[in-house]
C-alpha cells in the first residue's frame, strides 16, 4: 500500500479534525492528489483536490469555506484541513493520485486509492 490516510476521528459539531496522507512512492510531487469520502450506503464523493505544486486547488461546494488541502512535497504528505465540521461530514475519507495529471472532481481520474481514515461528527 503506497498511500495511507490517517488523522480520523470521532468530533463533536463544529470541531476541527486534520487529515494526512503520507505516500511511500518516489513520484509524489510529480501527481495531483485528491480527497474523497463515503458516507455509509453512499457514493464516494469528491472533496478536495490540489496540483502537485500547491498553486491550485478545488473545492466541493458542500466544504469550501471550511476545509483547506494542502500538500508536503518534502514529506510525501497531503493534509486535509477539516473546520467547522457537521454531522454530515461524517465518512470514510480516502486520498489517491489523479492518474490525468488535472485537478478535478472527477471520480474515474483517480487511482492508487489509499486505506481510508473514519470521520464521525456528532451533533
Known amino acids: 500500500v503506497q498511500l495511507q490516510a490517517s488523522g480520523g476521528g470521532l468530533v463533536q459539531a463544529g470541531g476541527s479534525l486534520r487529515l494526512s496522507c503520507s505516500d511511500s512512492?518516489?513520484?509524489?510531487?510529480?501527481?495531483?492528489m485528491g480527497w474523497f469520502r463515503q458516507a455509509p450506503s453512499s457514493e464516494r464523493e469528491f472533496v478536495a483536490a490540489?496540483?502537485?505544486?500547491?498553486?491550485?486547488?478545488h473545492y466541493a461546494g458542500s466544504v469550501k469555506g471550511r476545509f483547506t488541502i494542502s500538500r508536503d512535497n518534502a514529506k510525501n504528505t497531503v493534509y486535509l484541513q477539516m473546520n467547522s465540521l457537521k454531522p454530515e461530514d461524517t465518512a470514510v475519507y480516502y486520498c489517491?493520485?489523479?492518474?490525468?495529471?488535472?485537478?478535478?472532481?472527477?471520480?474515474?481520474?483517480?487511482?492508487?486509492w489509499g486505506q481510508g481514515t473514519q470521520v464521525t461528527v456528532s451533533s
Open positions: 490540489i496540483s502537485w505544486s500547491g498553486d491550485t486547488t
Open positions: 489517491a493520485r489523479n492518474v490525468r495529471h488535472s485537478v478535478s472532481a472527477v471520480l474515474s481520474e483517480y487511482g492508487d
Open positions: 512512492g518516489r513520484t509524489f510531487s510529480s501527481y495531483n
